[in-house]
């Protein structure tokens, strides 16, 4: 058992590191935002301007992309988590488990809506649009509620992939990929720039790196034991005897 705490003591201690690593480009990018930092300024110009050549060209290729950002927008995400969280209480030992899926999804919900308000940031003005947007631009909410909700997705479903790598390589796949097409097609339909969806990525990052540091300290505390992988990996194990 000094192994495993000692192995959880350094994996809490990385995602501690983790999360406010990922927090400081996070407020570098909107500092150079708000401050109109030329060099930014001028990258995100010229891939916007770009990716819009290719979408009005490609309108096909714009059309998928509109339809993925519908099933992979912040309210069908925020349904899936819901419906994590009602199947976690049905499971009676992962209620606190939906709580961290809750408050993870929440947090992170907020810190960007916040964000949205303090940088007040335009989206990008094109010539002709293949898509619009409301409300502010940075940071991007379809890439930071891709990044909160795959993380969730992965740290709960990790548990059921023990000693299956197949299973394991695709939960990882199939969270990067939403993550990743997500806050990509919100550039290419011309409603986000470059930085707001970086900036969205690492805050859903760091929140989720976040919230799984405060679980786990709160798991320890009550002596359960450390995690293989996953938030926590008893929840594999199923529901206590008499209790199905």
């Known amino acids: 058992m000094q192994v495993d705490d000692r192995t959880l003591g350094l994996r809490l201690g990385v995602a501690a590191t983790m999360s406010a690593a990922l927090l400081v480009p996070v407020a570098l990018l909107a500092a150079f935002v708000m401050g109109d930092w030329m060099p930014l300024h001028n990258l995100d110009a010229t891939v916007s301007d770009r990716l819009h050549v290719f979408a009005v ?28 969280v009602v199947w976690l209480i049905r499971r009676h030992r992962a209620r606190q488990l939906a709580l961290w899926v809750v408050v993870t999804m929440v947090t992170g ?11 007040g940031r335009d989206r990008p003005e094109l010539l002709d649009p293949v898509a619009r947007a409301a409300g502010y631009s940075f940071p991007s909410g379809h890439a930071a509620n891709a990044a909160l909700t ?11 992939a023990r000693e299956r790598p197949g299973r394991r390589a695709l939960l990882w796949t199939v969270a990067i990929v939403v993550t990743v097409v997500t806050g990509v097609c919100r550039v290419v339909l011309g409603v986000h720039f470059t ?30 034991p450390a995690a293989v992988e996953g938030v926590e990996p008893e929840l594999a194990d199923g529901p206590p005897a008499g209790r199905a």
């Open 57 to 84: 060209a490609h309108p096909s290729w714009a059309e998928a992309m509109r339809v993925w950002s519908v099933v992979f927008g912040p309210m069908a995400l925020r349904v899936a988590a819901l419906v994590l």
């Open 109 to 119: 919900g907020v810190l960007a809506a916040l964000l949205k308000l303090l940088v």
């Open 150 to 160: 795959a993380g969730v997705f992965l740290l709960v479903l990790l548990p059921f």
């Open 195 to 224: 930085s707001d969806v970086v900036a969205g990525w690492l805050l859903g990052v760091a929140v989720v790196a976040a919230t799984t540091v405060a679980f786990r300290l709160h798991q320890d505390r009550r002596r359960r």
